[in-house]
Each structure stands twice: as C-alpha cells, then as structure tokens.
C-alpha cells in the first residue's frame, strides 16, 4: 500500500471497524518539511476520533513496509515523542503489524494502527482501545528473499556453525566452497555472492544478524536458531508428503540397523537426522523410528522392499530433503554419517511431542556449548 491509499483507507475508518464506539471524524495529510528541525515531529496524517464521545486528536507516522529493522529504527522515536508530548497521541500507521511486532510496540509504549484491523491506542486517563490478533489484509511481495528458503538457508548454516567468528560474504561462500570439498560428494553447496548477500541482506532487515561495515556477526544465535526452527516446521510437514516408512528387518540397534542397511544398499547417499542422531550425540529420548535423508537421485524402489520383511527393530523414515544443504557440517559417528546438531535440531523441533524434549535437551548440552566453545 502506498501513504496515500492508507490515508484514503483512514477516512473510511478502515481499521475500526467493528469497534463499537470509534468512529473517524475528520482525516487530513501533513505536509512534511524536506528539512528543518521539524522534520522529524510533523507528523503524515492528523486524525480526529470519536471514541464512545470523547473526541481525541491523533497523530500518525506512516510506513507503508514494517520490518523489525524498521521498527527499531521508528520504535524509540516514537516512544520518546510521547514522553516529551503526552497530551498528544503519536501512533505508527501502517498495512500491517505482525504479533511480533505488535508485541514490540506495546513493549516499548507505541501507539499502533494497521489497516488490517489492529488497533492499541491508549489515551491516558480516559480508554484503551485494542484489538489485536487480526489477519494481514494486505500482503504484497516480499522486499527481502525468505532467508531460511531453499539454498539461502545455506548462509544460515554457516553462521549457526561458527557463530561468534566475524564473517564476510565473500568468506561464507568459501566456507561452503570448502565444506562442499570436505564432504566427498556429488553435492555442491556453492553459492553466488549475489545470492549470500542478499540472504544476509534479509537476516539484517530481521535484526538477526549485525553488520559492521563488511563484517557480519551474530549477536544471538540462539533466536537465529530459533526463528529458523518456527520457519523449519512448514518445510518439515511439505517433506512428510514424499516421506516413507519401512520396517527393519535388521534388529533393535540403531547402530547395527544401519550398518546393516547399508550392506545391503551400497552407495546410498544419506544422512541420519532426527533424535536418531541426537541418540548418537545427546541421547535423552527413546528412539522410535529412524530417520534418514537420502538424495532425490535415490529412488523408493531402492529401499521399498524391506516393507515385505518383518520388522524387529524401529522403523526406517526416508526422507527427501528440501535443500542438499541439510549434508552441510554432517560427521562420521561410529562410521555412520550423523547430520549436524543444528539440523538435528531442526528436525527434533520440528516433528514435536517428545522429541521436542531432545531437541532442548541437544541445544542445552551440545549446541550452546559449542558456540561457547568459540568465544
């Protein structure tokens, strides 16, 4: 949305409606100085509402795009302007907040008002109006590339595995040059350095990552990790669809299972995940099933006969991966290839219930204390 379709949505009351008692008087655009010590104070719409008859005076700061970079930068301005000015009411307008942002704003006393329905606004002494949880109304395309998508998520591997190092881009892309090297495979983990930069560009406007000037530092990790884990959860349930299970036949060992697996399937490209591979780093639940990501090159056919074999062990979950980066930072465990904590993690998180208690288990003991290991 533009400022001036928001305007013109503010004067048909748009986003109180269905608030019982609020109504929209008069709407007029400010015209705001090119420069001048007023600059930053005038504000872009000047609003008079009816609240259940107490008419008020509201001031509004339009963005028509709300990151969480953007917010921290608009935040603080706008708490402050109310301090020094609280007989005025100084709200953020915009398409649309999410509840992380919405959350932000009534942490740091900012008045609020998207055109989507969500509304927090506090006139001292007299009423709070809030409605919050609305849907977006208006989603438009993306400025910034999904940081966690496809091969972008690559860079965040990188950043998760050495977290306190002081990256570049063009040092991530020969992190990956390097890892694609170490692993001996038919995988190329290789980037652009267009494609990282704007990766990189995505987690900065996402306050989840600092640069200074070309460094890139991660200030904390743990809530990089733990975004990705939300974003992870989608991508999980896609890769169920093509998922299967198959008994093993093979015996109740995890370790002798898939040695034995791979006796019988040579050259199979895989990588054991999931709490299977936390039982092999940080063992804290029973092990279920036992997952495993193989190349999309790997056909079921390969593999779907052991369905026709009785099961004596946890079964085998193959799964196709969403990206050839979940090979990125694997080890050998008792010759056995072992994804890397963080996306055992991911997978931990992502399938839930009990395993969730692995995943915590394997941040607390393996993860936070690697990256402690970096200081």
Do not use: H
């Not at 008020?56 to 402050?80: C, D, F, N, S, Y």
């Amino acid at each position: 949305m533009t400022a001036r379709e928001i305007i013109e949505q503010l004067k048909e009351g748009t986003p109180f409606k269905g608030l019982r008692g609020v109504s929209v008087i008069s709407t007029s655009a400010e015209q705001k100085k090119s420069s001048g010590e007023n600059t930053i104070t005038r504000p872009d719409v000047r609003l008079e509402i009816d609240f259940s008859g107490v008419v008020v005076t509201v001031l509004g700061e339009i963005k028509t795009q709300i990151t969480p970079k953007v917010l921290e930068q608009v935040g603080p301005w706008l708490a402050r302007i109310k301090r020094s000015n609280p007989k005025e009411i100084y709200i953020l307008i915009c398409p649309f907040l999410s509840s992380t942002s919405q959350k932000y704003c009534q942490e740091n006393e900012i008045d609020f008002v998207d055109m989507s329905g969500n509304v927090f606004i506090q006139i001292p002494g007299k009423v709070v109006i809030q409605r919050l949880g609305q849907p977006n109304k208006y989603k438009e395309k993306r400025l910034f590339r999904n940081p966690f998508g496809g091969m972008s998520s690559r860079v965040v591997r990188v950043l998760l595995q050495f977290p306190q190092k002081k990256w570049t881009i063009t040092a991530i892309q020969k992190e990956l040059q390097e890892e694609s090297e170490r692993q001996k495979k038919d995988l190329d983990f290789n980037l652009s350095l267009s494609s990282i930069s704007k990766t990189v560009q995505s987690l900065e406007e996402e306050l989840l990552i600092r640069r200074d000037g070309l460094q890139i530092a991660v200030p904390e990790p743990s809530q990089l990790l733990f975004r990705w884990s939300e974003k992870y959860k989608e991508r999980y349930k896609w890769a169920k669809r093509s998922a299967w299970k198959v008994n093993n036949p093979y015996g109740l060992d995890i370790k002798s299972s898939v040695n034995k697996l791979l006796l019988d399937y040579q050259n199979l490209d895989y990588v054991i995940t999931g709490a299977t591979a936390a039982n092999l780093i940080a063992p804290f639940v029973d092990i279920d099933r036992i997952d495993i990501f193989i190349l999309p090159n790997q056909s079921k056919e390969k593999v779907f006969q052991l369905k026709d074999k009785e099961s004596v062990g946890p079964d085998f979950y193959f799964i196709y991966p969403y990206d050839n980066g979940v090979f990125i930072y694997a080890n050998k465990i008792d010759n056995l290839l072992v994804a890397s904590d963080i996306q055992t993690y991911l997978d931990c998180y992502a399938r839930g219930g009990r395993d969730l208690k692995q995943a915590d288990y394997l941040l607390s003991n393996v993860i936070e204390k690697r990256w402690g290991k970096n200081d």
